[in-house]
Nanobody
Framework: TQLLAELGGGSVEAGRSLRLGCQAA?????MAWFRQTPGNEREWVAS??????SYVADSVKGRFTISEDSAKEISLHMDNLKPEDSAMYYC??????????????????WGQGTQVTVSS
C-alpha cells in the first residue's frame, strides 16, 4: 500500500500553470513538497501543517502556493512556471509534531515522485 500518492505533473510551456496533488493514506501532522534534479540534492519547496500554517521557499514565493484540500490531501499550485522549475517533485509527510519543516530528514513518508518539465 502506497502511503503517499502524487497526482498531476507533466510537460508545459514556460508561463503556464500546473497543479500537483498528494493524497495520504493516513492522517499526518505535516505535509510538504520537495523537488530534485539529477545530480543535485533534494530541494525544499513548501510545507503545510495540517490545519495550520504553511510555508513556501523564497525561490518560488509568489508563484507557488501550497494548500490543504482535505484532512489527508494537499495541493501545490504552480503559476508562471519557469524552465528552472523542471524537476522530479516529491510529496513528503510526517506523523510527528515539531518544527524543521524545510528539512528532508524530518519527513518519514515519501511519495514516488512526479516529473514536471517546463519548456522555454
Amino acid at each position: 500500500t502506497q502511503l503517499l500518492a502524487e497526482l498531476g505533473g507533466g510537460s508545459v510551456e514556460a508561463g503556464r500553470s500546473l497543479r500537483l496533488g498528494c493524497q495520504a493514506a493516513t492522517f499526518t501532522y505535516i505535509m510538504a513538497w520537495f523537488r530534485q534534479t539529477p545530480g543535485n540534492e533534494r530541494e525544499w519547496v513548501a510545507s503545510i501543517y495540517m490545519g495550520g500554517r504553511s510555508y513556501v521557499a523564497d525561490s518560488v514565493k509568489g508563484r507557488f502556493t501550497i494548500s490543504e484540500d482535505s484532512a489527508k490531501e494537499i495541493s501545490l499550485h504552480m503559476d508562471n512556471l519557469k524552465p528552472e522549475d523542471s524537476a522530479m517533485y516529491y510529496c513528503a509527510a510526517d506523523l510527528n509534531s515539531g518544527l524543521r519543516y524545510s528539512e528532508s530528514s524530518r519527513y518519514n513518508l515519501w511519495g514516488q515522485g512526479t516529473q514536471v518539465t517546463v519548456s522555454s
